[in-house]
Every structure is written in structure tokens, then in C-alpha cells.
């Protein structure tokens, strides 16, 4: 069993930065891919970035490529996003998830095993 809490979300201006972080409960964290999706209002949830439990390999959408990072920290049981040069369009609901599974389908695989509640991050412009 793994829970999932995230936080860091808030108010920023276009071009600001903040991190989130997704801190983690249960002993098999380090077993774990993470990612992050995020929903904007009247939109659908779509993928972030995500990274694997090992080596670190990491995927990310376009949208945020040399804008975001996402890291882990498997000694805090916490997973990092670091979002620099956001956009009003950034404006959504993030939520972190862990799975098992790795691989491509972090892009497209919405059954992830574990989720988060969310934190909302919103971007003035």
C-alpha cells in the first residue's frame, strides 16, 4: 500500500517558478515509477512527466519539456517537479501517482495504482 500526498501547489505569475512535491507512505516506495498528471478546468487529466524507480529515466509531455524537471529522493520517500517558466496555460490541478509498471504508457495509462489528492497550482499571466 502506498499513499500519496502532494503539496508546493499556489499562486504564481507567467514566468515564475514553484515545486511540487509528492511525498510517499509505505516501505516499497523505491519500488515504485512515479509521475504526474495534471487536470485544467473543463479539460481532461493528461500526463506531465514520470520518472522510473531505478536509474531514473524520466519521460515528460512536449508542453513542459526544458521547463520541468521531475526528480525523487527515494531516502524521503519523495518525488520532486520543479517547474520553472510557467505559463497560464500550466494553470491545473497536478496530481502525482505511483505504479509498478514502467514504461511509454505513462503517456497514455490513466489505471496507475496509487494517486494523490492533488495540489492546484494556478499561473497569472
Known amino acids: 500500500q502506498v499513499q500519496l500526498v502532494e503539496s508546493g501547489g499556489g499562486l504564481v505569475q507567467a514566468g515564475g517558478s514553484l515545486r511540487l512535491s509528492c511525498a510517499a507512505s509505505?516501505?516499497?516506495?523505491?519500488?515504485?515509477?512515479i509521475g504526474w498528471f495534471r487536470q485544467a478546468p473543463g479539460k481532461e487529466r493528461e500526463f506531465v512527466a514520470a520518472?522510473?524507480?531505478?536509474?531514473?529515466?524520466?519521460y515528460y509531455v512536449d508542453s513542459v519539456k526544458g521547463r520541468f524537471t521531475i526528480s525523487r529522493d527515494n531516502a524521503k520517500n519523495t518525488v520532486y517537479l520543479q517547474m520553472n517558466s510557467l505559463k497560464p496555460e500550466d494553470t491545473a490541478v497536478y496530481y502525482c501517482?505511483?505504479?509498478?509498471?514502467?514504461?511509454?504508457?505513462?503517456?497514455?495509462?490513466?489505471?496507475?495504482?496509487?494517486w494523490g489528492k492533488g495540489t492546484l497550482v494556478t499561473v497569472s499571466s
Open positions: 509505505g516501505r516499497t516506495f523505491s519500488s515504485y515509477a
Open positions: 501517482a505511483a505504479d509498478l509498471r514502467w514504461g511509454p504508457r505513462w503517456y497514455e495509462a490513466y489505471d496507475m495504482e496509487y
Open positions: 520518472i522510473s524507480w531505478n536509474v531514473g529515466i524520466t
